[in-house]
């Protein structure tokens, strides 16, 4: 199975700010990198797929890159609602595999 | 608007199977585009994807789950299903139906809300 690892595990900041989120996949998995949004009692909401794609909808300030195995989830300009748990997922090969997760908090 | 519902027993014995279904509307599950999956999260803990399935029934399962888990597809009744055999508390989780963009690009678009499976007896 491909590992997916998430740095950090969580964050705090202001609203404002801007934060980067990294996810490391432990082999090659070229662009087949999705990142989701969840928030408590809800179910994942997906942001960007195939590493850098916006997702229909989802607000400019969302920004994804990388290919093979290091990944970036960008958030300019948290707002209040993007205080939340992200996770990467890759879709290269099944299993289909999730980072642990990111916690981003209000500092 | 597509929507997804999951519906099933909130409680399953330890050993017995677990069973839910999904619904879908605003679109047709029988449709070429799209695969429709299955994702569980642990109380307080990661998702993990359990399987996906093609409306003409090639199924794709976790290989940590593939001898406890079937999943199926309803045509007519435009929903797909989850059984998960010899269940364990370990089994306890959120489960998520979704739909499956697997074309070119691979990711899960919409989702169900959650259905809570408490594994207890």
């Known amino acids: 199975d491909i590992q997916m690892t998430q740095s950090p595990s969580s964050l705090s900041a202001s609203v404002g700010d801007g934060v980067t989120i990294t996810c490391r996949a432990s082999q090659s998995i070229s662009s087949y990198l999705n990142w989701y949004q969840q928030t408590p009692g809800k179910a994942p909401k997906l942001l960007i797929y195939a590493a850098s794609t916006l997702q229909s909808g989802v607000p400019s300030r969302f920004s994804g890159s990388g290919s093979g195995t290091d990944f970036t989830l960008t958030i300019s300009s948290l707002q209040p609602k993007d205080f939340a748990t992200y996770y990467c997922q890759q879709s290269f090969s099944t299993p289909y595999t999730f980072g642990q997760g990111t916690k981003l908090e209000i500092k | 608007q597509l929507q997804l519902q999951e519906s099933g027993p909130g409680l399953v014995k330890p050993s017995e199977t677990l069973s839910l279904t999904c619904t879908v509307s605003g679109g047709s599950i029988s449709s070429s585009r799209y695969y429709w999956g299955w994702i569980r999260q642990p109380p307080g803990q990661g998702l993990e994807w359990i399987g996906s399935?093609?409306?003409?029934?090639?199924?794709y399962y976790n290989p940590s789950l593939k001898s406890r888990i079937t999943i199926s597809i309803d045509t007519p009744k435009n929903q797909f299903s989850l059984r998960l055999s010899s269940v364990t508390a370990a089994d306890t989780a959120v489960y998520y139906c979704?739909?499956?963009?697997?074309?070119?690009?691979?990711?899960?678009?919409?989702w169900g809300q959650g259905a809570l499976v408490t594994v207890s007896s």
């Open positions: 979704a739909l499956h963009q697997w074309v070119v690009e691979n990711y899960f678009d919409y």
């Open positions: 399935i093609y409306h003409s029934a090639n199924t």
